[in-house]
């Protein structure tokens, strides 16, 4: 059984997209022994050439919080919702399966800029990025002739994505639809905020932002600060409009890695606390103490915005 000393980051190299990719098939061969993983793995490579500039018509991706990192940590999350939600019977076919995972793969697809598109970075789709990337699953399931119904699915599923949506709102076409959508609503909460370099991320997250004219963050550091509110309403909004579904994911740590514990919430837990630690600390510059992923270096040419 767990330690306590293993955490969620030393699981699975998240900064290689083929062991998070490697490892979601392990998983999904849990749940159904029989999947067509080679369907998936179509759909895996088709994103990674999409976010790396190799998919026809599409530049690479130029943002750096919603990248192709973000977009694996996302799918290793639903994936590992969905496995401790078959350990406790939920009723999940391998279509839903392929779906929610078809779904998280493109769920940011909306921030993928066409090739003849130089002006800016996708940030800029900040606030419409949800129904591009709707319009993206949707060709994308027409020019891989998916079964009828596939496009509508996905696509239902892609909106539970969406924060300003409420699910409630949201048509399905089943019960499971739905279910697997709220599951991905949450996997990609969880997803980014347990990223070990999550803080750090924040700083990319404040200027995509501000290229995407989202009011209401006048600086870095008052990002950082409205952090903390949007944790809580992220806990909100888990328990709440997504049914607590995250809770899940402790059945899969359990029977996975023999962990007793959720190493999602823990993660989370280790970020605000942190963050917390930065905000108090009103000596030190923020970026001083954000110093993971060598992104402050990279941010080098920006002046640190506090504020």
Same mark, same amino acid.
């Given at each position: 059984?767990?330690?306590?000393?293993?955490?969620?980051?030393?699981?699975?190299?998240?900064?290689?997209?083929?062991?998070?990719?490697d490892e979601v098939r392990?998983?999904?061969?849990?749940?159904?022994?029989?999947?067509?993983?080679?369907?998936?793995?179509?759909?895996?490579?088709?994103?990674?050439?999409?976010?790396?500039?190799?998919?026809?018509?599409?530049?690479?991706?130029?943002?750096?919080?919603?990248?192709?990192?973000?977009?694996?940590?996302?799918?290793?999350?639903?994936?590992?919702?969905?496995?401790?939600?078959?350990?406790?019977?939920?009723?999940?076919?391998?279509?839903?399966?392929?779906?929610?995972? +078809? &779904?998280?793969?493109?769920?940011?697809? #909306?921030?993928?800029?066409? $090739?003849? *598109?130089?002006? !800016?970075?996708? =940030?800029?789709?900040?606030?419409?990025?949800?129904?591009?990337?709707?319009?993206?699953?949707?060709?994308?399931?027409?020019?891989?002739?998916?079964?009828?119904?596939?496009?509508?699915?996905?696509?239902?599923?892609?909106?539970?994505?969406?924060?300003?949506?409420?699910?409630?709102?949201?048509?399905? +076409? &089943?019960?499971?639809?739905?279910?697997? #959508?709220?599951?991905?609503? $949450?996997? *990609?909460?969880? !997803?980014?905020? =347990?990223?070990?370099?999550?803080?750090?991320?924040?700083l990319f997250l404040f200027?995509?932002?501000?290229?995407?004219?989202?009011?209401?963050?006048?600086?870095?550091?008052?990002?950082?600060?409205?952090?903390?509110?949007?944790?809580?309403?992220?806990?909100?909004?888990?328990?709440?409009?997504?049914?607590?579904?995250?809770?899940?994911?402790?059945?899969?740590?359990?029977?996975?890695?023999?962990?007793?514990?959720?190493?999602? =919430?823990?993660?989370?837990?280790?970020?605000?606390?942190?963050?917390?630690?930065?905000?108090?600390?009103?000596?030190?510059?923020?970026?001083?103490?954000?110093?993971?992923?060598?992104?402050?270096?990279?941010?080098?040419?920006?002046?640190?915005?506090?504020?």
């Amino acid at each position: 059984m767990d330690d306590g000393k293993r955490h969620l980051a030393d699981l699975v190299n998240m900064e290689s997209p083929q062991a998070v990719y490697d490892e979601v098939r392990h998983i999904v061969s849990l749940i159904h022994p029989g999947f067509p993983l080679p369907l998936l793995d179509t759909v895996f490579r088709d994103t990674v050439r999409l976010f790396r500039g190799r998919y026809p018509g599409y530049r690479a991706c130029t943002t750096e919080y919603h990248n192709l990192k973000h977009t694996t940590d996302v799918l290793i999350a639903l994936a590992r919702i969905m496995h401790g939600a078959s350990l406790k019977k939920a009723p999940l076919s391998e279509e839903g399966v392929f779906l929610g995972l +078809l &779904s998280a793969l493109l769920h940011d697809s #909306g921030y993928i800029q066409a $090739a003849d *598109d130089r002006k !800016g970075t996708g =940030a800029k789709y900040t606030l419409i990025h949800v129904e591009r990337s709707v319009a993206f699953a949707e060709a994308y399931c027409a020019r891989k002739r998916y079964p009828a119904g596939y496009a509508e699915k996905c696509t239902s599923m892609i909106r539970c994505t969406n924060l300003n949506t409420p699910v409630g709102e949201i048509p399905f +076409l &089943s019960e499971e639809v739905e279910l697997v #959508g709220r599951m991905l609503g $949450a996997a *990609d909460l969880v !997803g980014q905020m =347990a990223d070990r370099v999550y803080l750090e991320k924040l700083l990319f997250l404040f200027y995509e932002f501000k290229e995407g004219l989202l009011k209401g963050y006048s600086s870095e550091r008052d990002l950082l600060q409205k952090t903390l509110t949007f944790y809580e309403h992220t806990k909100s909004r888990l328990d709440s409009d997504l049914g607590g579904i995250h809770r899940y994911l402790r059945h899969h740590f359990r029977e996975r890695w023999g962990m007793d514990k959720d190493l999602y =919430a823990r993660a989370i837990e280790s970020n605000i606390k942190h963050l917390r630690f930065i905000l108090d600390d009103s000596g030190k510059d923020h970026r001083s103490h954000l110093q993971r992923g060598g992104i402050v270096k990279r941010l080098g040419r920006k002046p640190p915005s506090s504020g």
